[in-house]
């Protein structure tokens, strides 16, 4: 009868305090900022799952060399590994979390055996299997649950940035060496025209058509250009090292593909609407983060508030009370127990204040968090179209220069009045043109792949 008044009280209570803050669920309020009131329409929109943050690597990144790297690094990198191992040991804390609603059971067998004045000694022991539950009157366990299912949510958050960086940046050290593979490939065909330049001006020289200074200078540019042979091979053999630490092996040659074609459809880089922020896993994991310090700060509320507490005993034992009878018997016990703090008031209102500053804390990293994704995807969609805008002006420049070697090589051949001057600084420059025109289709693509990871593409 007493445990039914007990379980009544603890209803009362919960009746009482059931408009109380504790046992509110975390929303993302409009009133905390402007930026939040933004955030949650995005949240609520409707999604799109043919859009960019949600298609998954192998539609953006279809070069088999590529897609075959990235699975190596999913299968072995160190870091996406230990992401998964967060999610599992946040999985694990949401479960105890939950488990924390039933009863606790113990069993703690326990005997003994005294002699006082020389009586004879006699064995007692008692088996009591002990259940202890605490009755969540003040939500202290659904805070903690709820505020480990936020933490369990962010660390997923994190996996999926962590899988988002390693898929991107895969591909950027993959487009990064297909740039200075193209360089390389574009250097070394030129210094062989440049040789043959070199032959064409001593012969000239000894036709009497020219003189030593055509020959020397012929001869200077050609040693200019074999001398950035080496910094391209020393920049290849030190991005085929970072792609063997993305990949989690030792170091070794990568094989990657001379194909310059890599787009997304224009429809999506056309522009990218605020709703994908939601999308991207480090705003995700803000979010979850200002949840959690929700959630603590309604469990440094609920302190203020009692414990209730109702406990079972029962068992074997051939104790009783200062008897010891044998055979034994069994015996049943129940208990209730209120706990209400009294002098801890200041330590809870402390924890409080500190858990609210916490809060604030998160809120202000939230808003940090969408302002940040909001301005990579800006910086990604600009550079984007800004290096769509410079390719059409270097292809004009190249096939300028082309036609301006053409001509010099020509007035020099047949045109006394020429100097070699005019060759090599056509040529030069068209070698500068070839090759900025090359960085610019790997700065396009630097620009896509940011974009892609910039609304949290990596799925």
Partial sequence: MKLYKIYAVGALMAVAFSSCHIYKKYELSSQESAIAADFRKSMEAPVDSTSLPYLGWEDIFKDPKLQSLIRLALANNNNLDNAKL?????HAQLKGAKLSYFPSIAFTP????????????EWSYTLPLAAQWEIDAFAKILNRKRGAQMNYEMSQAYEQATRSQIVCGVANTYYSLVMLYQQLDLTKRTSEIWKEQVETMQLLKEAGHTNEAAVVQSRANLY??????????????????????????????????????????KQIVE????????????????????????YSTNSARAAFYPSIVVSAQGGFTNLLGSMIKNPGEWFIQLAGQLTAPIFSRGQNIATLQAAK??????????????????ADVSDAL?????????????????????????????????NPGTTYLEVLTARSGLLNAQLALIANWHEKVSSLVSLYQAVGGGR
């Fill in 224 to 265: 200019n250009i074999m001398s950035s042979i080496p910094t391209l091979e020393t920049s290849i053999h030190q991005l085929q090292n970072t792609m063997s630490l993305l990949l989690n092996t030792y170091p070794q040659t990568w094989e990657v593909s001379s194909d310059l074609s890599f787009d997304i459809p």
């Fill in 271 to 294: 522009g990218v609407p605020v709703s994908y922020l939601a999308a991207r896993p480090d705003v995700r994991a803000a979010e979850r983060s200002l949840a959690a310090a929700y």
């Fill in 357 to 374: 500053a916490q809060q604030k804390q998160a809120l202000n990293n939230f808003e940090s968090a969408v302002l940040g994704a909001s």
């Fill in 86 to 90: 967060n999610v599992d040991i946040a």
């Fill in 382 to 414: 600009v550079s984007y179209h800004k290096n769509v805008e410079r390719r059409q002006y270097l292809e004009l420049q190249v096939d300028q220069l082309e036609k301006s070697v053409e001509y010099t090589n020509e007035l020099f051949m047949y």
């Fill in 110 to 121: 326990n005997g003994g055996t005294a002699s006082y004045g020389g009586s004879r000694m």
